[in-house]
């Protein structure tokens, strides 16, 4: 069963940066798209994750919001539990919100060529963690 497991959330002065980490395990295939998602209080959860990457080939996509600010990267651990590190800077109240990593496939990827997980919707992943909270004070 896949699981899906965010640590590294708390709180950052604005300006700041944060490091989050988001561990899979229960799968062992790597054509996958693993996302970060975010919902701010009193809102609902973003339709488009604020990066994304396919685990097969390290192909990374970042939202426009966040674009710049943002990288992710992924690490294999033991026993075929992957781990996606989302890094943030330049941190603003604005990305005060709760932060939930999210995985789809397998497979990710069109028949013909190419990953499935640019501008793939919330709707479209098949597993989801709990979130950890991120809060961004001025």
């Known amino acids: 069963q896949v699981q899906l497991v965010e640590s590294g959330g708390g709180s950052v002065q604005a300006g700041g940066s944060l490091r989050l980490s988001c561990t899979l395990s229960g799968g062992s295939s790597s054509s996958i798209c693993m996302g970060w998602f975010r919902q701010a209080p009193g809102k609902e959860r973003e339709r488009e994750a604020i990066a994304a990457m396919y685990v097969r080939t390290g192909e990374t996509h970042y939202g426009e919001s966040v674009e710049g600010r943002i990288t992710i990267s992924s690490q294999d651990n033991d026993n075929d539990k992957k781990t996606l590190i989302l890094q943030m800077r330049n941190m603003t109240p604005e990305d005060t919100a709760m932060y939930v990593c999210?995985?789809?496939?397998?497979?990710?990827?069109?028949?013909?060529?190419?990953?499935?997980?640019?501008?793939?919707?919330?709707?479209?992943?098949?597993?989801w963690g709990r979130g950890t909270q991120v809060t961004v004070s001025s």
């Open positions: 999210a995985a789809a496939g397998p497979p990710a990827y069109f028949p013909g060529g190419g990953s499935s997980c640019y501008r793939r919707p919330n709707h479209a992943y098949n597993y």
